[in-house]
Nanobody, 125 residues
Framework: QLRLVESGGGLVQGGHSLNVSCGVS????????VGWFRQAPGKEREFLAR????????YYADSVRGRFTISRDSGGNTVVLQMNSLKPEDTAVYYC??????????????????WGQGTQVTVSS
């Protein structure tokens, strides 16, 4: 059983950067991969990036590759999504989630067993 808690959301001006963090706690966290998703009002949940906690191997959605960076601390207890050059269309609730099948590169939300409560990111124009 894992617990994930997001933090760091807020209001940011377009073109600026923002980091959102995911605190991960529980047993055997190194056996998981953690992904970031977002959901804007009226839209489906969108995969952004994923990191394998044991070796920091990463995987990105094409839509954010080169603009967003996912990383984790050495213990795997914190996963950060660094978001640069933010646009108003990046406005959404951002969620982190954990997948016990760490070896796959999944972008499907149904493959993630544990979810945080989400943090709101609002980008002004």
């Amino acid at each position: 059983q894992l617990r994930l808690v997001e933090s760091g959301g807020g209001l940011v001006q377009g073109g600026h950067s923002l980091n959102v963090s995911c605190g991960v706690s529980g047993r055997g966290i190194s056996a998981y991969a953690v992904g970031w998703f977002r959901q804007a009002p009226g839209k489906e949940r969108e995969f952004l990036a994923r990191i394998r906690l044991r070796d920091a191997n990463t995987y990105y959605a094409d839509s954010v590759r080169g603009r967003f960076t996912i990383s984790r601390d050495s213990g795997g207890n914190t996963v950060v999504l660094q978001m640069n050059s933010l646009k108003p269309e990046d406005t959404a609730v951002y969620y982190c989630a954990a997948d016990a099948q760490f070896f796959r590169f999944s972008s499907r939300s149904r493959d993630y067993e544990y979810w945080g409560q989400g943090t709101q990111v609002t980008v002004s124009s």
